[in-house]
C-alpha cells in the first residue's frame, strides 16, 4: 500500500512538473514569492567586487559520509551564482566542502566558471576544497579560514549539523555578512537564532528558483505548492473517512 | 561530448535504480551491483577529496600564503594517522587509543563552545528577530523546554500537571511533522530534476 | 589599472565636451592641444599594445610561480570578440597591477622627455592667450567689461552676485568692496593653486635655464610638488634631479600620489580656463544651473564646477589614492563592539556549570515518571531472549561521545545483563572506534566480560545511504570480504533476522537514512533509537507513526531509566551543573524578552513621532 | 594512574584550553588544535576506506573470482581513474561521468526513500490518530487524546501551507501569498516556531553536556593527579 501511494505521488510529481514548465516558458519566475536574504546576497556579491574582497562558500556535509546528497546539491545553484565573480573579482570565492563527491562537484562548477569568462588558465584547485574528511574536521577547518582578514562574507549553503552555527557566530564576531541556507532543521533553528539572513524548512529548496539558474526550478516550486494543497486535502478527507470508520 | 555521455549516465542509471527500488525484490541483483559500484565510487571521491586537502595545503606551503606553518601541522598528523592506520590497522587498539585522545578532546570541546556561544545568540534573540508569530512562538517555546528538562515540575509528581507536561512535550510533533513533509518533498522534485537531466551540476 | 586611466581621461574629455559645448563659442569646440596630445599619446600606447606582433605572452603561473609561455590565442581563442582580445592579451603582458602602473608612468616620463620640444612651450602659452583675447571679445559682443591682463578681475553683473551670494557661494564682499580682485581671489586659493599662475611660470623659466629637457616643466615640478619635497628643498635649479627622479620613480607609493596630482592638475587647469571664461558668459548650461553650479566650494570662487564634475573628479582622485593602501576593515570596529559582551556571557555559563563540582558530591536518584517512549524501549529490551542478536549502530560524532556514551551505556548493561549477542556497525568512520570505546567504558563490570568478548564489531559500512540499502539487501556482501563469516553469525542472514536493530545517533540525518532506505525491509524486526538531546523533538514523527519502537534521550531520562533499572545513580555534580547551565540560558531569555519589549517600545515611539 | 593516562590527560586538558581560547578571538593555540584534528581525522579516513573498500572492493575482485565478475569489476575501476583525473584542473571535466553516476543513484534513491520512508508513513500516523479505537481506548483522558489530534491535523497542515511559494494573482510584484493561505500559514508559523524553539533547547542541552563531560574529565583528571 505505501508502495502504490509512493508512485502515485511521484507520477503526480512527474506530471505536474511537466505541465508548469510547459505552461510557464514564456515567463517562468513571475508569480512566485521571492525570499528575502537573497537581495542582501547580490548586494554582499556586488560589495565584495567593488572592495577586493573574498566570498567564503561552505557548502556543508553529505547527510551520510561518503556519497553525495540531495539536500548537498541544494547550495549548488547558490555557488554557481556567486561562481561568476570568479573572473571579476580581485579574490576568488572560496568553495569548501566536506564531502568528496561535493568537492567534485563544485570543483566542475567553479572551472565552469572560468571556462564561461574565457579565462580557464586562472582556475586553480585551490579555489575549491575538500575541507575536513569528518563534520566536526569540517567545521574546525571552516573556523580557521573564517578568520580570514580578505573576507566579507560567508554563504553557508547545503547540509549542515547544528554545531556548525558556530560558523554564524564567528561571521557575527567578524562582522561579515552571513547567510546560512540549510535543510536540516536542527541547523535551522540554531541559524534562526543566531544570524539574521536564514532560510526555513524547504526554502532551501527555493534557491534555484529566486537566482534564476533554470526555468524547471520555478516549475519545481509550483508543483510543491500544489502538491502540499493534494497533502492537505487527503488528510482531512483520509480523518473524515476515518472517524466514519470507513478505512 | 562529454556532458552528453554525463546526462545520460545520470538519467539512464538513476531510472533503473528507481525502477529497481519500487520493483524490490525482483531486480535486486542489478540493483545491488549498481548500488556496490555507487559505494566504490563514493569513497573514491572521498579519497579524491583528501588529497585534494593535501595539495591545497602543499601549495599554501609552497607559496609561503598567510598561516602556512598550520599546513605542516595538517601534513604531519596525516602522515602519523595515515600510516598508523595502515601498519597497525584501523581497529587496532593502541591506534585507537591514541586517535581518541587527540580527537575526542577536540570535537567535545568545539560541541562545548557551541554551548558557551549559544549564550549570546539567546540573550540578543528578541532584539534581533522582532515581534513575529514565528519569533515569539519560537522564544516561548525555548523558555519552556529549557524549564521542562530542568526536571523541577516532574519532582513535583502530580498526576495532572505530568499530563499537561506530557501534553507540552508532545506539541513540536505537529511542526515538526509539516516541515519533514515540506523538506521531503523538496527533496523529491530536486531527484526529479536530477532525472528530468535538469540538475547537473556533474556536467558544468 | 591601465584601462582605469584611460576610461578616467575619457571621461575628463567626455565632460570637457559637455560643458565647452555650452561655454566655448563654436569655433574653439576642439581640445586645448595639450589634452589632446596626452590623449593621442594614450590612445598611441593602445595601438602600440594592439600592433605589437607578440604572439606569446608570459603568464606568472600562481602555482608553480615561474613565468610560463601561453599562446596569446587560447584554444578557444578562434571566436572571441576582438575586444575581449586585446583586454586578455594586456592582462597576459603587465602581470599585476602595480606592474601596469610603473610601467604607465615611465612611459609617459620617457615620452614626454623626448617629444615634449620648445613648440609646445609655444603653443601652452598660445594656448593661454587664445583662451584671454576669446574671451574679451565675447565679453564686449555681451556688454560686459572686458577681464584685465591678470584675468580675474570683472564687473560681476548684479544679478548674478545676488544669486551667488542666495546661494551662498560668493562670501559677502568686505566693507567698501564692490568686485574681486585677483590678490583677494587668491588668498581664498589653497596655496599650491594660488601660485599657479605665477610660479609657474617662473619654475618653467628656472627649468629651461638649467637645460631641464623642456617638456618637463610642468610634469617635473608638479611630481617634486607632489612627493612634498619642492616646498622644503631651495629653488630647483640647485637639485640633482637625475637622481631624485630616478630614486622616486622606483616608489610605488610615490608613482601613485603624482599621477593623482598630474589627474589633479589637468582638471584645475581646465577648471582654470573655464572660471577665467565664466563671468564673460550668460550662456550657462540649463544643467549646470540644475545641478546647483553654485554648490559650495573651497577653491577659487569664481570656479564653475558642476556636481557631477565635482564627485568624478574626487571619486577618480580617491581611486587613485587608495590604491596600494590595505583597505581598513570596517569589521575590525564592528568586531570590538560585541566581543567583549560575547566573552562575558561565555565566562558567566562557564562558572554558573563549575560551581557544583565545588560543592556538591552527594548522589540522590532523579525522581518523576519514564515517558512513554523511554518505556516502550525498557520493555522491548526486557522482552528479548538470552543469545538474541541485536543489531546496534553507532552513528554519531566523537563530539557527541560524552553525552551517547553516559545515555548509551545504560542500554548496553541493560542488553548485557540480558546475555544478548551484539553485532555493531557504524556508517560514519569515527563510529568504528567510537563502538570499542562505547563498550569498553560500559562493561566494565566482570559480569559482562563474556557479553564483551562474544560481541562482534563489523567495523565501517560504506556508501552511506547507498551502503544502506545495499546492506538492506544483502547484508554479507556489504563487508569485507570474511568479516561476516568470522563473525560466527550463523542464524544471521538478512537485516530481518535480527532481533532488534538500536540505532544510537547525535543527528536526524542518520535516523531518517535508517528509516528510509532499511525500514522498509524490516519486517517484524524493531527498530530502538537512543537520540542525542540534539534532535529529538525531529524523531517523534517517525515515533507516532510507528516507524520507531521506542527511544530514549536526554540525561534527565537516562537518570529515570538508571533509576528504574535499580542501576547505579548518575553523579549529581553533572546533574546539578547542567540544571544551572539550563538556567542561566533560560534567564538569558528572559533577560533578552525584556529588552526586546523596551527596544521595541522605543522604536514604536520613534515612529510614530516620524509620521 | 599509568604513564600513558598521564599523559593522554595532559593533552586532553591542553587541547581542551586552546579550543576554548576560540572565545577571546583568533589566536595560534586554537588554529593549531583544528588544524591538528583536521590531518588526524583525514589520516584516519583515508587508511580506513583504503583497507575496507578500495582493496577489498576495487583490487581485489580483479584478481579473484570468475572471470565475468573479474570484467565486471573493470567499469568500476576506469570510473574511479576518471575521478582521480579530477585532480588535475585541466582535466576536471573528465570527472563528470562518475560523478554523474554518484547524482543519479543518489537522486533514485532519495525519491524511493522519501516517499515511502517520509512522507506516506507520516501522512498514514496523522489520519491514524483519529482511529475511534485509538481515540477512545487505552491510557490516557480521551478529550486528551482528540485535542492532540487535531492540534496534530492543524499543525501539519498549516505549518505546510506556511512555506507555500505562490503570489496573489492581481498582486503585481507584491510578494504576497493568496489571502487564505497566508492568514493559515500565520498559524502554521506559530506550530513551527514550537518545533525550532524545542530543537534550540535540545541542542543548547547536548552542548551543555559535553561542556560539563570536559569540566568533569579535567577535574577527575587534576583530583588523581594531585592525589598522586
Same mark, same amino acid.
Given at each position: ?247 | ?204 | ?611 | ?40 581525522s583525514a589520516g584516519y579516513v583515508a587508511a580506513l576506506l583504503l583497507t575496507s573498500v578500495i582493496i577489498p572492493k576495487l583490487i581485489q575482485p580483479l584478481f579473484i573470482g570468475a572471470m565475468e565478475t573479474r570484467l565486471l569489476a573493470l567499469i568500476p575501476l576506469v570510473l574511479s581513474a576518471m575521478l582521480l583525473a579530477m585532480l588535475i584542473p585541466r582535466f576536471v571535466r573528465i570527472?563528470? !561521468?562518475?560523478? =554523474?553516476? +554518484? @547524482? ?9 526513500? %522519501?516517499?515511502? #520512508? ?84 535540545? !541542542?543548547?542541552? =547536548?552542548? +551543555? @553536556? ?9 577535574? %577527575?583528571?587534576? #583530583? ?5
Amino acid at each position: 500500500m505505501t508502495r502504490l501511494a509512493a508512485l502515485i505521488m511521484i507520477g503526480a510529481a512527474v506530471v505536474l512538473l511537466a505541465f508548469f514548465w510547459l505552461l510557464k516558458r514564456k515567463n517562468p519566475y513571475a508569480g512566485l514569492r521571492t525570499l528575502a536574504p537573497f537581495k542582501p546576497l547580490e548586494k554582499a556579491r556586488l560589495q565584495a567586487i567593488e572592495d577586493g574582497s573574498r566570498m567564503v562558500i561552505m557548502l556543508g556535509n553529505s547527510l551520510l559520509s561518503q556519497e553525495v546528497s540531495i539536500s548537498g546539491m541544494g547550495g549548488m545553484p547558490i555557488l554557481k551564482k556567486l561562481a561568476d565573480q570568479a573572473v571579476l573579482g580581485d579574490h576568488a570565492p572560496i568553495a569548501m566542502s566536506g564531502e568528496g563527491s561535493l568537492a567534485c562537484l563544485s570543483q566542475m562548477i567553479l572551472a565552469g566558471a572560468y571556462r564561461d569568462g574565457l579565462a580557464p588558465e586562472l582556475f586553480s584547485n585551490d579555489q575549491s576544497q575538500f575541507a575536513g574528511a569528518s563534520p566536526f574536521a569540517y567545521l574546525a577547518a571552516c573556523l580557521a579560514e573564517g578568520f580570514d582578514d580578505n573576507n566579507s562574507a560567508l554563504v553557508l549553503a547545503g547540509h549542515f549539523r547544528p554545531e556548525m552555527v558556530l560558523l554564524a557566530d564567528l561571521a557575527g564576531r567578524e562582522g561579515l555578512f552571513c547567510l546560512a541556507d540549510s535543510d536540516a532543521p536542527g541547523a535551522q533553528a540554531l541559524f534562526y537564532a543566531s544570524t539574521m539572513h536564514t532560510l526555513i524548512g524547504e526554502e532551501f529548496y527555493a534557491g534555484g528558483a529566486n537566482l534564476r539558474i533554470h526555468p524547471l526550478q520555478a516549475a519545481s516550486l509550483r508543483t510543491q505548492d500544489v502538491l502540499r494543497i493534494l497533502i492537505a486535502v487527503t488528510l482531512i478527507v483520509g480523518v473524515a473517512l476515518k472517524l466514519m470508520g470507513i478505512i | 561530448m562529454k556532458k552528453v555521455l554525463a546526462i545520460i549516465t545520470a538519467i539512464g542509471v538513476g531510472l533503473a535504480v528507481v525502477i529497481a527500488y519500487f520493483l524490490r525484490p525482483l531486480l535486486d541483483p542489478m540493483l545491488e551491483l549498481l548500488l556496490q559500484w555507487g559505494i566504490i565510487l563514493g569513497s573514491v571521491a572521498a579519497l579524491v577529496g583528501i588529497i585534494n586537502l593535501l595539495i591545497t595545503h602543499w601549495h599554501k606551503i609552497r607559496q609561503k600564503k598567510e598561516h602556512f606553518v598550520f599546513s605542516f601541522v595538517v601534513l604531519l598528523s596525516f602522515a602519523l594517522s595515515f600510516m598508523g592506520g595502515i601498519v597497525l590497522g584501523p581497529q587496532d587498539e593502541t591506534y585507537i587509543r591514541w586517535l581518541a585522545a587527540l580527537q575526542v578532546p577536540i570535537e567535545v570541546s568545539l560541541m562545548a563552545l557551541l554551548a558557551l556561544t549559544l549564550t549570546y545568540a539567546g540573550f540578543q534573540f528578541f532584539r534581533m528577530r522582532g515581534w513575529t508569530p514565528l519569533s515569539l512562538a519560537f522564544g516561548i517555546s525555548a523558555l519552556l523546554f529549557l524549564i521542562l528538562d530542568i526536571g523541577f515540575f516532574q519532582a513535583l509528581e502530580l498526576p495532572f500537571v505530568n499530563q499537561i507536561i506530557e501534553f507540552l512535550e508532545h506539541l513540536p510533533l505537529a511542526g515538526g511533522r509539516g516541515i519533514l513533509i515540506g523538506i521531503s518533498l523538496g527533496a523529491l522534485l530536486t531527484g526529479l530534476r536530477v532525472l528530468f537531466g535538469v540538475e547537473r551540476h556533474y556536467g558544468e | 589599472m591601465q584601462l582605469g586611466l584611460a576610461s578616467a581621461l575619457n571621461a575628463l574629455k567626455a565632460e570637457d565636451d559637455k560643458v565647452s559645448g555650452s561655454l566655448f563659442p563654436e569655433a574653439e569646440k576642439d581640445l586645448p592641444d595639450l589634452l589632446r596630445d596626452l590623449h593621442e599619446e594614450n590612445s598611441s600606447y593602445v595601438r602600440a599594445v594592439e600592433s605589437s606582433s607578440v604572439s606569446q605572452s608570459s603568464v606568472v603561473d600562481e602555482g608553480s610561480g615561474q613565468k610560463v609561455e601561453q599562446p596569446a590565442e587560447s584554444k578557444a581563442g578562434e571566436d572571441i570578440p576582438e575586444w575581449l582580445k586585446k583586454v586578455r592579451q594586456r592582462v597576459g603582458d603587465e602581470g599585476d597591477a602595480y606592474g601596469d602602473l610603473v610601467k604607465k608612468v615611465s612611459a609617459r616620463d620617457s615620452s614626454l622627455e623626448e617629444d615634449v620640444d620648445k613648440e609646445l612651450r609655444g603653443q601652452f602659452e598660445d594656448w593661454i592667450g587664445r583662451l584671454r583675447s576669446d574671451a574679451q571679445q565675447e565679453a564686449a559682443r555681451d556688454g560686459f567689461e572686458p577681464l584685465d591682463e591678470e584675468g580675474l578681475q570683472g564687473e560681476i553683473p548684479a544679478w548674478l552676485r545676488h544669486l551667488r551670494e542666495s546661494k551662498g557661494v560668493l562670501p559677502n564682499l568686505p566693507e567698501g568692496m564692490d568686485r574681486w580682485s585677483t590678490s583677494d581671489a587668491g588668498e581664498k586659493l589653497p596655496d599650491w593653486l594660488g601660485d599657479t599662475g605665477e610660479e609657474s611660470q617662473a619654475a618653467t623659466g628656472k627649468l629651461k635655464a638649467e637645460g631641464m629637457p623642456n617638456g618637463t616643466g610642468i610634469t617635473q615640478q608638479i611630481r617634486l610638488r607632489g612627493s612634498g619635497e619642492l616646498q622644503e628643498q631651495q629653488p630647483l635649479a640647485e637639485q640633482e634631479h637625475k637622481t631624485n627622479l630616478v630614486t622616486e620613480s622606483e616608489d610605488l607609493g610615490a608613482q601613485a600620489a603624482d599621477l593623482s596630482l598630474e589627474l589633479d592638475d589637468i582638471t584645475r587647469q581646465m577648471q582654470v580656463s573655464h572660471a577665467s571664461l565664466g563671468g564673460a558668459t550668460g550662456g550657462l548650461s540649463s544643467q549646470a544651473v540644475e545641478e546647483g553650479f553654485w554648490e559650495e566650494r573651497t577653491e577659487h570662487p569664481m570656479l564653475r564646477v558642476a556636481r557631477s564634475q565635482r564627485s568624478r573628479a574626487e571619486l577618480l582622485k580617491a581611486l587613485v589614492a587608495a590604491e596600494g593602501k590595505p583597505a581598513e576593515k570596517q569589521a575590525a570596529q564592528r568586531r570590538r563592539k560585541t566581543w567583549l559582551f560575547r566573552l562575558l556571557l561565555a565566562l558567566l555559563l562557564l562558572t554558573a556549570v563549575i560551581f557544583p563540582f565545588l560543592s556538591i558530591s552527594s548522589q540522590t536518584p532523579q525522581t518523576g515518571t519514564l515517558p512513554l517512549e523511554a518505556q516502550a524501549l525498557m520493555d522491548s529490551i526486557n522482552a528479548l531472549e538470552s543469545g538474541s542478536p541485536v543489531l546496534i549502530v553507532t552513528d554519531y560524532q566523537a563530539g557527541f561521545s560524552a553525552e551517547m556514551e553516559q545515555v548509551a551505556g545504560l542500554l548496553i548493561r541493560h542488553l548485557a545483563q540480558k546475555q544478548v549477542q551484539m553485532v555493531l556497525l557504524s556508517t560514519y568512520p569515527e563510529g568504528v572506534w567510537l563502538a570499542e570505546r562505547l563498550l569498553d567504558v560500559s562493561l566494565t563490570d566482570d559480569a559482562f566480560s563474556q557479553v564483551r568478548e562474544q560481541a562482534v564489531n563489523l567495523g565501517f559500512l560504506p556508501g552511506g545511504r547507498i551502503g544502506l540499502l545495499s546492506y538492506a539487501i544483502n547484508a554479507q556482501t556489504s563487508f569485507a570480504e570474511g568479516v561476516w563469516e568470522s563473525s560466527n553469525l550463523e542464524s544471521v542472514n538478512h537485516v530481518n533476522d535480527f532481533s532488534m536493530v538500536l540505532i544510537l545517533a547525535d543527528t536526524l540525518d542518520s535516523a531518517r537514512s535508517w528509516l528510509e532506505q532499511t525500514g522498509p525491509s524490516l519486517i517484524d524486526t524493531p527498530m530502538l533509537m537512543v537520540s542525542s538531546t540534539q534532535e529529538a523533538a525531529m524523531m517523534m514523527p517517525y515515533l507516532d507513526s510507528g516507524q520507531l519502537a521506542g527511544m530514549l534521550s536526554g540525561l534527565r531520562n537516562a537518570g529515570l531509566y538508571e533509576a528504574a533499572l535499580g542501576d547505579t545513580v548518575m553523579a549529581s555534580t553533572i546533574w546539578s551543573a547542567y540544571q544551572a547551565g539550563l538556567l542561566v540560558m533560560a534567564a538569558l531569555f528572559l533577560v533578552g524578552f525584556v529588552i526586546g519589549l523596551e527596544t521595541n517600545a522605543r522604536t514604536n515611539q520613534e515612529e510614530e513621532r516620524k509620521k | 594512574m599509568s604513564m600513558v593516562d598521564l599523559i593522554i590527560g595532559i593533552i586532553s586538558f591542553a587541547l581542551t584550553v586552546m579550543v576554548f581560547s576560540y572565545i577571546i578571538g583568533d589566536n595560534f593555540f586554537f588554529r593549531l588544535a583544528v588544524y591538528l584534528l583536521v590531518g588526524v581525522s583525514a589520516g584516519y579516513v583515508a587508511a580506513l576506506l583504503l583497507t575496507s573498500v578500495i582493496i577489498p572492493k576495487l583490487i581485489q575482485p580483479l584478481f579473484i573470482g570468475a572471470m565475468e565478475t573479474r570484467l565486471l569489476a573493470l567499469i568500476p575501476l576506469v570510473l574511479s581513474a576518471m575521478l582521480l583525473a579530477m585532480l588535475i584542473p585541466r582535466f576536471v571535466r573528465i570527472g563528470s !561521468i562518475p560523478m =554523474a553516476y +554518484l @547524482v543519479g543513484v543518489v537522486a533514485a534513491l532519495t525519491i524511493g526513500g %522519501v516517499t515511502m #520512508g517520509t512522507i506516506i508513513p507520516q501522512m498514514v500516523a496523522t489520519v491514524n490518530r483519529f482511529a475511534p479505537a485509538a481515540l477512545l481506548d487505552g491510557e490516557g483522558q480521551p478529550w486528551l487524546k482528540i485535542v492532540d489530534a487535531v492540534l496534530v491535523l492543524i499543525g501539519t497542515i498549516t505549518s505546510l501551507l506556511y512555506f507555500y511559494f505562490g503570489t496573489r494573482k492581481k498582486s503585481k510584484g507584491e510578494n504576497k501569498q493568496p489571502q487564505l493561505i497566508e492568514g493559515l500559514g500565520k498559524i502554521g508559523q506559530v506550530f513551527i516556531g514550537i518545533t525550532l524553539g524545542a530543537l534550540f533547547a535540545g !541542542i543548547y542541552s =547536548a552542548a +551543555l @553536556v559535553a561542556l560539563i563531560s570536559r569540566i568533569a574529565e579535567i577535574w %577527575v583528571f587534576f #583530583g588523581n593527579f594531585f592525589r598522586l
